[in-house]
């Protein structure tokens, strides 16, 4: 499999880490996504939506993080929930993660870091950071007495939701004001394998 990625996608990252914990062999693509790598004719060509990740078996192409981890899912037989009760309720976290949850941080790290400072808008920062401290405390709350979002075992509900949160760059998030976050991030970094972003695909901030 060959997953067209950029280290700082924490969407991608959903895709890549599912697939190293699950031990599929796959390949990063690297895409150029800060100099307009995601809007070239070639990546187009690949994925109308003009998005990382993109997940590339043979014939079938697949965008969208929350399809590639079904996929994945349907592939390997992990990561999907036990029952389908179980099922449903992954599926109903990474549809919360994607609207409410990564989406939004992925906003806000975006605003904060990437983008120049003298295009940042401190109105548009706050919005966001709202809504992402909104989601924190559902999250949090979620965790209280659980070691994973669904069931007894990691899940894709975990895999989309710790997307973003191993990123150290600064998007107001300290994990020492959410302790049950912060147990649930220890327990997925303290799987077999498991890997940071930038260890599994390469960065693609200039000079970085």
């Known amino acids: ?17 599912a697939m190293t914990l699950a031990g599929v062999d796959w390949e990063p693509v690297w895409v ?10 070639e990546f187009l ?19 969208q993080s929350g399809v590639i981890l079904d996929y994945l899912t349907e592939k390997t037989g992990k990561f999907g929930g036990s029952t389908p009760d179980g099922r449903r309720e992954v599926l109903r976290w990474v549809l919360w993660d994607n ?14 870091n990437f ?3 003298e295009k940042r808008s401190a109105d548009v920062v706050a919005f966001i950071a709202g809504r992402v401290k909104s989601a924190f405390k559902t999250l949090e709350t ?19 939701c710790c997307s973003y949160l191993f990123y150290t760059e600064d998007f107001g998030f ?9 147990r649930w991030l220890d327990n997925i970094s303290a799987l077999p394998g498991w890997k940071h972003p930038y260890e599994l ?8």
């Open 1 to 17: 499999m060959k997953l067209y990625c950029f280290g700082e996608s924490g969407h991608s990252y959903k895709a890549a880490l």
């Open 32 to 41: 150029d996504f800060f100099r307009g790598g995601a809007r070239s004719p």
């Open 45 to 63: 060509a690949v994925n109308e939506m003009g998005e990382c990740p993109v997940l590339v078996d043979g014939d079938v192409t697949l965008a």
């Open 99 to 112: 609207h409410k949850f990564s989406s939004q941080i992925g906003m806000l790290r975006f605003q904060m």
């Open 115 to 117: 983008l120049p400072a």
């Open 142 to 160: 979620h965790l209280q007495g659980r070691d994973w979002i669904v069931g007894d075992a990691l899940t894709n509900a975990d895999l989309s």
């Open 174 to 182: 300290d994990r020492s004001e959410y302790p049950n976050i912060d």
């Open 201 to 208: 695909m390469r960065r693609a901030l200039p000079d970085a």
